[in-house]
């Protein structure tokens, strides 16, 4: 059984910083992609960044310039450091790997809130 544990959600003043941290665990072959995604209140979940085993990366629009992913292969864990943050950017965060074999599994989800 594969699990993720998140860690580094909180709160921070606009234009503060935050990294969340992302550490899989149990049994598997390999990690394929990873990555960070987002839902606020009332909204869907969408996509914030991702990275491949080889290192590629994908960001959203708005958080690009300001939000970088990275991960740590020997740690099976995924980064995502945001800076200048907006609070636009007040939402659960969810971390995404896809594990060889066994497909997609989701994190338990971190909040962050950005406010004054």
Same mark, same amino acid.
């Given at each position: &059984?594969? &699990?993720?544990?998140?860690?580094?959600g909180?709160?921070?003043?606009?234009? !503060?910083?935050?990294?969340l941290?992302?550490?899989?665990?149990?049994?598997?072959?390999?990690i394929?992609?990873?990555?960070?995604?987002?839902?606020?209140? =009332?909204? &869907?979940?969408e996509?914030?960044?991702? /990275?491949?085993? !080889?290192?590629s990366?994908?960001?959203?629009? *708005?958080?690009? !310039?300001?939000?970088?992913? *990275?991960?740590?292969n020997?740690k099976?864990?995924?980064?995502? &450091?945001m800076?200048?943050?907006r609070?636009?950017?007040t939402?659960?965060?969810?971390?995404?790997?896809? /594990?060889?074999?066994? !497909?997609?599994?989701? =994190?338990q989800?971190?909040q962050?809130?950005? *406010?004054?």
């Amino acid at each position: &059984q594969v &699990q993720l544990v998140e860690s580094g959600g909180g709160l921070v003043q606009p234009g !503060g910083s935050l990294r969340l941290s992302c550490a899989a665990s149990g049994s598997f072959f390999s990690i394929n992609a990873m990555g960070w995604y987002r839902q606020a209140p =009332g909204k &869907q979940r969408e996509l914030v960044a991702t /990275i491949t085993s !080889g290192g590629s990366t994908n960001y959203a629009d *708005s958080v690009k !310039g300001r939000f970088t992913i *990275s991960r740590d292969n020997a740690k099976n864990t995924v980064y995502l &450091q945001m800076n200048s943050l907006r609070p636009e950017d007040t939402a659960v965060y969810y971390c995404n790997v896809v /594990i060889e074999v066994v !497909g997609d599994i989701w =994190g338990q989800g971190t909040q962050v809130t950005v *406010s004054s």
